[in-house]
Structures are given as structure tokens and as C-alpha cells.
């Protein structure tokens, strides 16, 4: 019996069908169905009713389910329990922009030094973007800005907690962060981005009315623009980021101070569960260290 059998076994019972479960787990369905038919054969018992169709877990199946996702659990937290426990293979790795500036050279580090079979593939995108590659399958994994809803076959483990700040030229008037935003033009955080649309709900919720000006999705470039004094801006504060503040009026944007959460997200029952939970836990190691 393998692991990956019982992942597959899984996938079936949360997506309901071999045909999606192959879409989350990235396998053919021909793939899904080799893994359970030998599943089957090793244990002496079927696991579906194959007389309805789409087949169904029988009562025998769905008592199996309990027991692989234990062993599933136990398997994940022997792995962040042993991190001297050396991975290979290839994690096709996406991330956004800020993050790629920040907590994910420092972890690929640490990532090369504890596993160097280990080869991880890093492309940048938006939120959105990385979100649906990874529902898709064209990746296997990625942080991204913890979004309002997570789309049906992805779970997400949050990694950083980053502040939300208002930052403007360094004579501007005004002793709040409402002041700030209203007595300027605004350069919006670009809405196809999953922060730009949080900063956006949050001045609506507000009751803030800003004078919308530029909407730029890299967060260098907000700074550089806010700092020849073209605008003010909300844009999230990241690890290791605190020089985008130099030179510039800041202020935390709220009271009490909204964040934004970095999150990884990974299709459920994913074949490379166990080398994404070790780069999370890298991930969240260097967080916690640059807090």
C-alpha cells in the first residue's frame, strides 16, 4: 500500500468523482483509476459500488477513508516533526511579487541547504492568476494574498501577517491616515491584484473618498511615485521591506491596524503535500524570525 494511493482514495471522496478528482490530484483518470483498482487488489476488497455511475464508496470504502486520512495526518506531522529528513524530486513553486521580495529567498535558502536533491521552480503572478494554475494543476503551489473566498478543491496555511500602511511624501497635511488619503491623489494598488481589491473594500467600508489617480501593481514602483510626490497610497508592509518607508510620511491604515495574510495554497490531496508542508514550514520559520 502507498501514500499516494491513499491521497487518490481521498481526492475521490472530497471531489466525488474520479474524473475530478483526477482534474485536483493532476493525474489522468486512468491514473485514479489503476491507483484504486490496485488499491483494491492489495487489501482483497472493492471500495466502490461500480454499479452506480458515477461509482460510489461503499460502506467498506467510506470506513477506509477514516482510516487513510489519519494516517495521511500522521505522516504530515512526522514530516514537520523531522526536518532533517532529506526531500528530492521538483515543486513547481508560484508566488506573488512582494513575497518574492521578502520571506522567499531567505527560505529557498534554507530549503537548499536542508534538501539539495530538492529542485524548486518559482513563478511570479497575481493572486488570482497563481490560484487558478494551482487549481489547475500547471503548478504546484503558491502564496498568495489570503483571498475573500478559497475557490473548491484548494485549501490554504497562512505564512505572514503583514500591516497595511498609508504612506505619503513627507510634507504632507494631515495627522490621520483618513487626512493622508483624502488631501491627495491616490495610487491605487492594482484591483486585479487579491490586496488591491482588500484595499479597496476597506476605504469603501471606511467611508473614505479618495482621488483616484495611478493603479500600479508592483510595490517598488508605488514607493518610488509616492516618494517624487505624485500620491499617497495603502500598500501592504513586507518582511524585510521597512526601506520602502524612507524618506516618506507613513501611518498604520486603520484603528486598529488592518493586515493583509499571506497564504499557501495547494490542491487537497495533492501528490506534493509532503514537499509544500516543508517549505511552509520554512516559510513560516523565516516569517517569525523577521517579525
Known sequence: MELRQLRTLIAIADFGTFAAAAD???LTQSAVSLQIKSLEDEIGTELFNRRHRPPVLNEKGLRII???RKVLNMCEEITRQSGNITLEGTLNFGAVPTSIASILPPALVMMRERHPKLHIRVTNGLSAELAAATRSGEIDAAI???PTKLAEGLIAKPIAREPLLVI???H???ETDKELLEGGSFIQFSRRAWTGQQIDRFLTDR???VNHGMEIDNLDAI???VSFGLGVSVVPLPRTGS???DGLKWLPFGDPPMHRTLVMIERQSSPQTQLIQALTTVLQQVSTTQS
Open 24 to 26: 485536483a490530484i493532476g
Open 66 to 68: 477514516e482510516q487513510a
Open 144 to 146: 498568495v494574498a489570503e
Open 168 to 170: 505619503a511624501p513627507p
Open 172 to 174: 504632507t497635511k494631515g
Open 207 to 209: 467611508n473614505i473618498h
Open 223 to 225: 514607493g518610488r511615485m
Open 243 to 245: 526601506k520602502i518607508l
